[in-house]
């Protein structure tokens, strides 16, 4: 699959790249009485989209320093997601990468032992991270560069695309604004990963009393090819996002589905996924993170990690 799918999350699912929400809270959803009207001229639009995409960039952001649980449901064919494979995860942002600590279902460790063991490795990673070091230095300019990749990525959108009002719909009592997304004719790409824009489709859902990317779900309209014609993602591939207020001023993903096929090389692939993300909890930067999995661990917040 290519990279640049897969990875450019969460606004960059506008540009074709990440049941019930009966565990979310819904308390943000309270009614908001009668719904504003829609943008009435051009430059109205330009400004609510603006103002979306500039709370996408900072709630992409955050996810730095939120940990979360995620369910991972995964299927190589057919229509049922239960008889695939389900992983639930604990993950927590570590500096320079994410931690996946497995738990069950119930959201506690199936082994508590193994546990504990990734907890340590947490641990090392993160006081790794906090340290200050020629390495640590080069590995978070790499990350700045990706993140500054991701931001330019979901500017382009901007521009990539023509976001037409089809209607107003509401969502938990909340009205929102409901737009068809194409792609522009008139967009001249700018590297490998812009031109897939023209290859997607879709509709974007906004809540425009809180400015915000309620939802997208876009189709892929045509087979793209990357990674020298190594691999192939193949026209009717199909994605989609939820987003809600997970913490105050934050909108989160709560569910996201990706239905891609293709072939890498000479063999097929497909992926089929579904995620659900809950339990939003702020764990902040490398230092501040540290010491709360060092009291978890019940170790003091100086503490050297165990090598």
Avoid: C
Wanted: aromatic residues 10%; proline residues 7%.
């Amino acid at each position: 699959m290519p990279l640049a799918i897969m990875r450019a999350r969460p606004f960059l699912l506008v540009a074709g790249l990440l049941p019930a929400f009966a565990g979310l809270s819904l308390a943000q959803e309270a009614s908001t009485g009668a719904p504003p009207p829609p943008p009435q001229t051009e430059a109205e639009k330009a400004a609510l989209l603006d103002l979306v995409l500039a709370n996408v960039k900072k709630s992409d952001e955050a996810m730095n320093s939120y940990e979360r649980v995620e369910r991972l449901e995964m299927r190589k064919g057919g229509a049922d997601f239960l008889s695939g494979e389900v992983k639930v995860s604990r993950v927590v942002p570590a500096g320079t990468g994410v931690d996946h600590l497995p738990i069950g279902p119930d959201g506690k460790p199936a082994d508590p032992d193994a546990y504990h063991a990734e907890l340590l490795k947490l641990e090392r990673a993160l006081s790794w991270a906090a340290d200050d070091g020629h390495a640590q230095h080069d590995a978070y300019e790499r990350i700045a560069k990706k993140q500054k990749e991701r931001d330019d990525l979901i500017d382009a959108t901007r521009t990539a695309f023509l976001f037409t009002f089809v209607s107003t719909e509401t969502r938990g009592g909340r009205a929102l604004y409901k737009y068809k997304m194409e792609p522009n004719p008139a967009y001249k790409s700018t590297s490998r990963a812009t031109s897939i824009f023209q290859k997607v489709r879709g509709f974007v859902w906004i809540d425009p009393a809180a400015r915000q990317l309620a939802r997208v779900e876009g189709e892929v309209t045509g087979d793209i090819t990357v990674g020298l014609f190594l691999a192939k993602v193949y026209k009717g591939s199909h994605f989609m996002q939820e987003r809600y207020e997970m913490v105050p001023g934050l909108w989160m993903p709560s569910f996201s589905q990706y239905d891609f096929d293709g072939r890498k090389l000479f063999s097929s692939i497909s992926v089929h996924e579904r995620t659900f993300y809950s339990q939003f909890r702020r764990i902040g930067p490398p230092k501040e993170a540290l010491a709360m999995i060092r009291a978890e661990l019940g170790k003091p917040a100086g503490a050297a990690a165990d090598r």
